[in-house]
């Protein structure tokens, strides 16, 4: 042995010695290969050298640490077929290649795919670590040829056996601590969800934490509506600002799907290549997502929808994110029906809340305008009436008309319309409520039942009739144009609720404003005053006169005096059985009012028994111009007329 070979022996063993002591205190990758470079660059010329890394299943290797001609590379993934690095993980032995022409020879003759320049000397090992290939470990030269023996490809495999180890040592760490971090996200995920209690806060902070804790790119919840799985909440979109609204996205439970998959079968649907599996659902808003895992959220043994991740990048996903899912889906699944429980608790002491206060305020309404404006108010309090109108039916004529009538938030005028056009006339001739969830489901029905659109296609439609003993007074509707599974069968349950007291209350004041209106007319009658002649009115008076009538007979006739400008007004009693001092007090006022706006008062009509009464009493009635009846008066009248022009 020479002395030149003796050192070198020397130097090979202290690297050896060395190499374990060294390796066993790296920390993190980096620092692993950087002290493997200045290991091996002390037995070799590492001019060109570099270390891959490969973890079993995966079809691609990188180079994490690339030296090429003195200068370092940034880390590159290749296919798992790639180059002669390739062909060592395949095959999990070493190769020498001391000429250019060996090289260009072995890669043509296993149809290997050439990396790079050709290089005239090259030497790999594979890194194995309890019979896995972690990765390649290789050197290489561009000037020179036969620059390595097989004594240095033996040495350089020792040397790798040791990085093996470190590298699936690291491995092993990485995965702990990640594990670690994982469960400490879990926990922090839990306990931020279970402390709340407001559904869309609970759904906002399960994907924005874990789109934060674990980087993914896209995050969402979807949940079991009817035969429908409904997108309820999004993350943020890869790095932007951009969410999706709710409801934007929904599958049929039986359609072809990764999350209808997840949701019949109850188990992980995970896809590391979206775009080559005819399940995946592609929208334009998440056109970069190349990888997917759905888990189903259970709770109770009952499937209530699906926690949903995606990727932009392809082989995204393992075992241990299906894992790491499962448990956040756990979590998210107890979260969400919590909340859901409480918001049902409190939406029905609320309802009841509003449902009594809504009975009350109807009960107090009389007049139709007032109480429809009060039902529409309470309401509001319940629902986005945003769009929302009561139509009242008239069976007289067959027609229906709007007076309370909401659009895009905007009052609309009161529109008459054949009672039988749109939904609102489906439900006035069948009596029955409808609900529609979603636009298909709108356009269906119109058409099976032959109903022609009226106005803008509303995406959630919900109506109910206004009854009141089986009778039909109207149709109390609700609807949105964004969103689609607004309505549950919840809401119809308390939307007609509301309606029957509202119908009740409504028929109420159709009877009270006709109460009122014959009142007037029967007022009206009772003291008519009638313009006979240019000047000259009469008013006659037919039953008995109290103090309330005795007003509204002054009230009528002072304001007849001063309508027609009359000069003669002719009171006729001959209808009234009974004048007492009151009544005969009353006429004497009534006529000095009238002779104070101007007009001479003449009564007519007083029977010989009322006469023998009157002067009983001992009234001042000669003050009064009386003639025996009507006619006379008038001729007093017209008489008089001609006396004063």
Same mark, same amino acid.
């Given at each position: ?404 009538? *909401?659009?895009? @938030?905007?009052? #609309? ?7 039988? =056009?749109? !939904?609102? %006339?489906?439900?006035? $001739? ?110 006659? *008076?037919?039953? @008995?006169?109290? #103090? ?7 009230? =009528?006739? !002072?304001? %007849?005096?001063?309508? $027609? ?81």
């Amino acid at each position: 042995m020479t002395d030149l070979e003796r050192e070198r022996y020397i130097t090979e063993l202290s690297v050896l010695n060395e190499m374990s002591q060294v390796l066993s205190s790296a920390r993190e990758l980096n620092d692993l290969l950087e002290r493997v470079y200045q290991q091996v660059s002390r037995l070799f010329d590492t001019t060109n050298f570099y270390v891959a890394t490969y973890e079993e299943g995966s079809d691609e290797w990188t180079a994490v640490f690339d030296q090429e001609r003195g200068e370092r590379q940034p880390r590159t993934r290749y296919k798992v077929g790639t180059g002669v690095t390739g062909h060592i993980i395949r095959t999990q032995k070493p190769v020498l290649l001391n000429t250019r022409q060996a090289g260009v020879e072995f890669e043509k003759a296993r149809g290997i795919e050439t990396l790079g320049p050709p290089s005239m000397c090259w030497m790999g090992v594979p890194l194995i670590s309890t019979g896995k290939v972690v990765g390649v470990m290789a050197i290489q030269s561009y000037e020179q040829e036969r620059l390595y023996s097989e004594r240095d490809v033996a040495l350089f495999s020792t040397i790798g056996a040791q990085i093996a180890v470190a590298i699936e040592n690291l491995r092993l760490l990485a995965e702990a601590r990640r594990w670690a971090q994982e469960l400490e996200a879990i926990n922090e995920v839990g306990r931020t969800i279970t402390s709340m209690l407001d559904l869309d806060a609970v759904l906002r902070q399960i994907v924005d934490t874990t789109k934060a804790h674990f980087d993914y790119y896209f995050v969402d919840i979807a949940l079991v509506e009817g035969d429908q799985i409904v997108f309820e909440d999004g993350s943020a979109i890869g790095t932007s600002d951009v969410r999706l609204e709710r409801g934007s996205l929904l599958v049929e439970l039986q359609q072809t799907s990764l999350v209808g998959d997840a949701v019949r079968t109850g188990q992980p649907v995970l896809v590391n290549d979206v775009l080559n599996d005819p399940r995946y659902y592609s929208i334009p808003a998440l056109a970069a997502t190349r990888s997917e895992l759905t888990v189903p959220l259970v709770v109770k043994d009952r499937i209530i929808g699906v926690l949903d991740v995606q990727s932009d990048q392809c082989e995204a996903f393992g075992e241990t994110d299906v894992a790491l899912l499962q448990s956040l889906a756990s979590q998210a699944g107890v979260a969400i029906e919590n909340a859901r429980l409480f918001q049902r608790q409190e939406r029905r002491i609320t309802e009841m809340a509003i449902l009594n206060e809504i009975s009350r305020s109807v009960s107090a309404a009389l007049r139709l305008d007032d109480l429809l404006e009060t039902i529409y108010q309470q309401v509001t309090r319940l629902f986005d009436t945003t769009n929302f109108f009561i139509s009242l039916y008239h069976e007289d004529t067959g027609e229906r008309s709007s007076p309370i009538h *909401l659009e895009h @938030g905007q009052r #609309q005028p009161v529109v008459q319309r054949r009672a039988v =056009t749109g !939904l609102t %006339g489906y439900i006035i $001739h069948h009596r029955q409520p409808v609900l529609l969830h979603t636009v298909r489901e709108n356009l269906n029905f119109k058409q099976t039942q032959g109903i022609a659109g009226i106005g803008e296609l509303a995406k959630s439609w919900l109506g109910v009739p206004l009854l009141v003993a089986n009778k039909i007074v109207g149709v109390m509707t609700i609807q949105s144009y964004e969103y689609e599974h607004l309505y549950s069968e919840q809401d119809l349950a308390l939307f007609a609720t509301i309606a029957a007291q509202a119908a009740i209350a409504i028929e109420n004041a159709r009877l009270f404003d006709e109460a009122q209106r014959l009142a007037a007319t029967i007022t009206e009658l009772s003291t008519p005053v009638i313009q006979i002649w240019d000047q000259v009115l009469v008013l006659p *008076l037919i039953g @008995g006169i109290d #103090q309330d009538r005795s007003r509204q007979i002054m009230e =009528t006739l !002072l304001e %007849g005096i001063t309508q $027609h400008q009359a000069r003669v007004v002719i009171i006729d009693v001959t209808g009234v059985p009974i004048i007492d001092s009151w009544v005969a007090n009353h006429l004497l006022h009534t006529a000095q009012a009238t002779e104070l706006l101007g007009a001479r008062c003449v009564l007519t009509g007083i029977s010989p028994d009322i006469a023998q009464s009157i002067v009983g009493l001992d009234l001042p009635l000669t003050k009064l111009t009386t003639l025996p009846n009507v006619q006379a008066g008038i001729r007093y009248a017209l008489a008089l007329l001609r006396r004063t022009r």
